[in-house]
């Protein structure tokens, strides 16, 4: 299909893209310094105009947004609590809209920003002092769902042309968007928290069906969808396996099924003489089918 940025699509997606840690923590601290300096709460207004003017949170050189390199993905200029550059691919997009949350689930956008397509069809924007840990995500306008600036979050259909055109567009300002290229995300598409709400997966849904009182399209998943954390990523990459490339088979695999196979603790029987191997351990019982068990 030819947006990358579809919310139908990254919404099954999700749920392989996560990771632990610090994800779900919230900044209210960092936003109170800068919330009075705010043009206006971004929940209530036109979008793209709530945000600082100066300071933490303010746009930095956006003249230069377009005609800007940085490559895709969120990354600090010069650390956590720097310049934020962001950059999102969508060769059919026709107006990108970038938020930042001040919490994973339960609230709206603080602060929000129209990015500026480049030549290479990558949409940019520099953001000044972001704090580490801050939570972003998009949403998006195309072809089928033109912007109207009579749009607003909550859910509106004003600017809505079709769920699907002819050319296969999808675009949804209603369902925000993580960064394909997120380091961490803030949490899964579909957790206990959500579903004690009454919401679930069909909220990332679109067309005429019922969700919640209204048309599915019109269901604003803002306060709820996973957010990108903006992050600088120290993840070691571990010591690199003994086995030589032209030896070496590389396969996608189930992080839960790679391990979870009762021989998973038993391995340096398995593959005892086997060479490359020789330095094998033994899945613990206890760590079977998780993450740790495939680190």
């Known amino acids: 299909m030819r947006p990358?940025?579809?919310?139908?699509?990254?919404?099954?997606?999700?749920?392989?893209?996560?990771?632990?840690?610090?994800?779900?923590?919230?900044?209210?601290?960092?936003?109170?310094?800068?919330?009075?300096?705010a043009a206006r709460d971004a929940a209530s207004t036109h979008p793209g105009v709530s945000h600082p003017r100066t300071g933490a949170f303010s746009p930095v050189s956006e003249a230069g947004w377009s005609q800007a390199s940085w490559p895709q993905g969120a990354r600090f200029v010069d650390g956590e609590g720097s310049d934020l550059e962001v950059a999102v691919y969508s060769a059919h997009a026709t107006r990108v809209l970038l938020e930042i949350y001040p919490a994973a689930t339960g609230s709206g956008a603080r602060y929000d920003y129209w990015m500026e397509r480049g030549a290479d069809n990558l949409w940019r924007a520099r953001v000044a002092d972001v704090p580490g840990k801050s939570l972003y995500a998009f949403r998006v306008w195309g072809p089928n769902w033109t912007y109207d600036p009579a749009w607003k979050r909550g859910g509106s259909q004003v600017g809505f042309i079709a769920d699907v055109d002819a050319q296969g567009n999808r675009f949804n300002p209603n369902k925000v968007l993580f960064d394909p290229y997120a380091r961490e995300l803030s949490h899964d598409k579909s957790t206990p928290a959500l579903v004690a709400r009454g919401l679930d997966g069909k909220m990332y849904g679109t067309g005429d069906a019922t969700y919640q009182g209204a048309p599915r399209r019109m269901f604003d998943t803002g306060p709820w969808a996973p957010k990108a954390v903006a992050m600088v990523d120290e993840t070691p990459s571990g010591a690199r396996p003994a086995v030589a490339a032209k030896d070496a088979v590389i396969y996608e695999a189930h992080v839960r099924g790679l391990s979870a196979h009762p021989t998973s603790a038993h391995l340096t029987e398995v593959l005892d003489g086997v060479a490359g191997f020789e330095g094998v351990v033994d899945v613990p019982e206890a760590c079977r089918g998780t993450y740790r068990a495939a680190a």
């Open 4 to 37: 990358v940025l579809t919310p139908g699509s990254w919404s099954f997606v999700l749920s392989t893209c996560l990771l632990a840690g610090c994800a779900g923590a919230t900044l209210d601290a960092d936003f109170a310094d800068t919330k009075a300096d």
